[in-house]
């Protein structure tokens, strides 16, 4: 039965963007001011002394959003400063910011730099103009090579790049080009998802669909292009050199818990899973976070369906360890029907998806849940 554990990771939301892109469902204010951050700040640095204790040392902290360099330099400061001084962290902690190229000044980042930021994400989305406009993807890419040399002399060794494919309009030549020209930066890792229009986006006013026709051209590409800079895959949209994974996601997909701050953050003890309020008005003013509470066997179950998104899968170990149940014992029957229908295989060691199951990695979790 899996049980309360310390927060062994940390995530960050800041809720601010230079202007709300078409396709964008997460929680961000396209529009926003100075009282705005400062009201943010003030309640994030509270939480953080509230929640602090909470904490085991930390594996990993990520700061997403919503876009965290969008903030004022000086308050994207107390930030930085009020996670380093109120958690604890290891020599290796691995410290992610999720940035735009645009918002990327010298003085941010020679903010992180001086903080100990291990690993920057930068959305891209696509080199393309016509795919650009048609995700309404603010900001601009100039000057993002010289930013890229900025960010390694500063010594953050690790970059990501974020890539959208599958778009209306977009064709294979179009992403071969964007994975083609990421390279060329050089990056340890690429993201690149498959695009789904959200209810309620402003994409989702003129697109209803998109043409999944192309879904395999563009996900082998993937596949094909990364391999040439040495990237491979290791989960569902996740690309990256060998030990340059990146460790909040595969450890939150293996189970690991989990703190999250800010408006929208999600939080994991082990058990339930709560996400505060998506409006910064009601989160400043207190409101109560919504709960996910599951029975114990119904947690474990989502656990072991969690860790199917990853090219490794779970070792039998691995997953009695975090949970202290038994994978054969908890879904035995859904394996082996799994196994039948080559979406998983087995072995002595543990189960991970087949290339297929990677794919169809609905149907996988459908089964185990
Ligand atoms: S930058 Fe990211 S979080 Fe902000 S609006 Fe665009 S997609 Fe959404």
């Not at 078409?22 to 929640?51: K, T, V």
């Not at 997403?64 to 001084?85: I, M």
């Not at 051209?217 to 040495?230: K, P, Q, V």
Request: charged share 30%; net charge negative.
């Amino acid at each position: 039965m899996a049980g309360r554990r310390p927060f062994e990771s940390l995530y960050i939301h800041v809720p601010f963007c230079h202007g709300k892109c078409d396709y964008c469902a997460f929680y961000s204010l396209g529009r926003y001011g100075r009282p705005e951050q400062e009201a943010y700040i003030h309640r994030m640095l509270m939480e953080m002394a509230e929640r602090s204790s909470d904490c085991a040392t930390l594996r990993s902290v990520f700061f997403g959003g919503g876009t965290p360099t969008a903030l004022d330099d000086d308050l994207f400061e107390k930030l930085l400063d009020g996670v380093r001084s109120h958690f604890r962290f290891s020599d290796d902690t691995e410290w992610t910011i999720e940035a735009n190229p645009e918002s990327l000044s010298e003085e941010k980042i020679a903010i992180m730099a001086s903080h100990g930021v291990t690993r920057l994400s930068m959305g891209i989305q696509s080199f393309a103009p016509r795919t650009r406009m048609t995700l309404g993807r603010r900001g601009h890419l100039e000057g993002l090579e010289s930013k890229v040399d900025a960010i390694r002399k500063a010594g953050i060794r690790h970059i990501n790049f974020d890539f959208i494919y599958n778009v209306p309009g977009q064709t294979p030549d179009d992403f071969r080009m964007d994975l083609r020209k990421a390279l060329m930066l050089r990056p340890d890792h690429v993201s690149a998802y498959a695009l789904t229009i959200e209810e309620g986006t402003a994409l989702a006013k003129h697109e209803t669909a998109v043409d999944d026709d192309d879904f395999l051209e563009f996900w082998r590409l993937a596949d094909d292009i990364l391999a040439e800079g040495g990237l491979r895959r290791y989960e569902i949209s996740n690309f990256a050199k060998s030990d340059c994974k990146c460790r909040h996601n595969n450890d939150i997909w293996h189970g690991a818990t989990y703190l999250g701050i800010g408006p929208a953050a999600t939080s994991f003890d082990g058990m339930d899973r709560w996400t505060q309020v998506s409006d910064l008005r009601k989160w400043l003013d207190g409101d109560t976070s919504e709960m996910d509470i599951l029975p114990p066997d119904k947690r474990d179950a989502e656990i072991l369906a969690f860790g199917m998104r990853t090219v490794d899968g779970w070792t039998w170990r691995q997953f009695a360890e975090r949970t202290g149940v038994d994978a054969k014992s908890l879904r035995g029957k859904e394996i082996s029907r799994l196994q039948q229908l080559g979406l998983v295989m087995t072995d002595d060691n543990g189960f991970r998806p087949t290339a297929r199951g990677l794919l169809f990695n609905d149907e996988i979790v459908m089964e185990l849940l």
